[in-house]
């Protein structure tokens, strides 16, 4: 690196931007961090042990402007006026993992969707893991990458990436990606432009080329068109529960099969992870494992015994015979959709936030099925009991997790569930939606 190209501004000191600095002090860059919020005690120690100048509860703009390069959180779009001031100067803006990347010598499968990525990265983690792959867990999910480049090198890593990283991701090529899904989520960061948040999505292929290769839901419209219209020249891996024909993975007669290296067969009853939406998420994970050639008795034994995230179709206990489950991570419509559609018993739906342009007409048919009471726990619920006042007969709202478990408790009989899917964010009333899951566990807890 030339003396001329060492300084580095790094905006937002949490998981990802703590990584990124630990990383640059390291590579030899001048560092500095600045987060307009408060830098938690432990970010904030770290910082000061590797002797990295940072400030908090402001952004220094004359000093940041300064800069050679920054990498700023996923959470900062790149509309806000200090990024379009450093972009005009003609200066590089880039995530963590465009950052990092640059670093690390290991291989990546890099995972996105609009849903399910994080049981996918945490599944696929778990059985290269099992297999004695030397992995690293990093994007959206476990500890920072850079961090971990930084640190601890290893032969492949897993990464979650949301639309936001990948925004920021130029050079940057994935061994293997992954496209699970793209349904509408976000879309007040796209303008309400879907294609918008599609290009985001498909960032994930850029750079890729007949090396590498991209596993992709054919029974997914949008993706299926794309990948039409697209033509990416890349190993293709389509997987499908409805279609056998042309797919690398598929499921027939209640087995799945995979063909990459010999055919690989396992039943669905055996999955770990029940429901449609997980048999996807393991087709592709299944998928990922055969093209490394991991051995078909570690696959088998990695899907039968996975266990999934906190937050996600968790269940926390049973009061009465009524039963409690916690999918706070359930921030958009199409997740809270494979939450109800798994649903067997009457449901007490738990849902509200902050609304990032949810149609939730989708999800009328599931609700007039499956739901006999709705809890709205957001700040403003118009929009929910607009949707859904024709659908049940008891809708109530709730400022609280513990107010919201009261109402389930009582709304709810023996042999009925009560499910917190929120389909929405988290930041009206919680810090984000692992505070929110909690709250309800303890809430649960406490009755």
């Known amino acids: 690196m030339s003396a001329e190209q ?19 002090k390291k590579m030899g860059w001048n ?8 830098i938690k005690d432990r970010y904030k120690k770290d910082l000061q042990d590797h002797g990295i100048e940072f400030e908090e509860g402001k952004h220094s703009e004359e000093r940041i402007l300064t800069a050679d390069k920054i990498v700023k959180s996923p959470g900062i779009p790149s509309t806000v006026p200090l990024i379009q001031d450093f972009l005009a100067l003609g200066k590089k803006v880039e995530s963590e993992i465009e950052f ?5 010598k290991a291989k990546t499968i890099c995972i996105t969707g609009s849903n399910g990525k994080t049981t996918t990265t945490l599944l696929t983690h778990h059985i290269l893991k099992k297999a004695g792959i030397k992995v690293g867990l990093a994007g ?16 492949w890593y897993v990464l979650e990436l949301s639309s936001f990283q990948l925004e920021e991701m130029f050079e940057f090529k994935a061994d293997i990606a992954m496209l699970l899904n793209i349904t509408p989520d976000h879309l007040d960061r796209y303008e309400y432009d879907m294609q918008k948040y599609v290009d985001a999505k498909f960032r994930i292929i850029q750079n890729q080329t007949q090396a590498e290769w991209l596993i992709y839901n054919a029974d997914d419209p949008i993706l299926a068109k794309e990948i039409e219209k697209r ?17 690398t993975a598929f499921v027939e007669a209640g087995k799945i099969n995979i063909n990459i290296h010999n055919n690989f067969s396992m039943s669905i009853h055996e999955l770990a992870l029940k429901g449609k939406h997980n048999t996807q998420n393991s087709l592709a994970s299944g998928i990922a494992s055969r093209i490394l050639e991991i ?19 968790e269940f926390v206990a049973k009061v009465h015979g009524i039963e409690f489950i916690n999918d706070s991570k359930a921030t958009n419509v199409n997740s809270t959709w494979f939450a109800l559609e798994s649903m067997e018993k009457p449901t007490v739906w738990i849902v509200g936030g902050v609304d990032k342009g949810n149609d939730y007409s989708e999800l009328v048919d599931l609700v007039k099925d499956k739901v006999k009471a709705i809890i709205c726990l957001g700040d403003s619920n118009a929009k929910i009991i607009d949707t859904f006042s024709d659908c049940v ?8 997790a513990m107010e919201a478990v009261a109402y389930g408790y009582r709304l709810a009989q023996k042999d009925e569930t009560v499910l917190l899917s929120p389909a929405c964010a988290s930041f009206d009333l919680f810090e984000n939606y692992e505070d929110r899951g909690n709250q309800f566990k303890q809430a649960v807890r406490s009755l």
């Open 31 to 38: 560092v500095f961090v600045s987060d307009r919020g408060v």
């Open 6 to 24: 060492k300084h580095i501004a790094i905006l937002g000191a949490g998981e990802s931007g703590v990584g990124s600095a630990i990383l640059a």
């Open 295 to 313: 051995r078909k008795e570690s696959l088998r034994e990695s899907l039968s015994d996975f266990v999934n995230v906190e937050h996600r179709m």
């Open 393 to 400: 007969e008891t809708i109530v709202e709730a400022k609280s």
């Open 140 to 155: 959206n999910v476990g500890h920072s990458y850079a961090k971990q480049v930084a640190e601890e090198e290893v032969d």
């Open 231 to 247: 033509k990416p020249a890349v190993q293709l891996a389509p997987f499908s529960i409805q279609q056998t024909e042309g797919m």
């Open 100 to 104: 990092a990347h640059r670093y690390s």
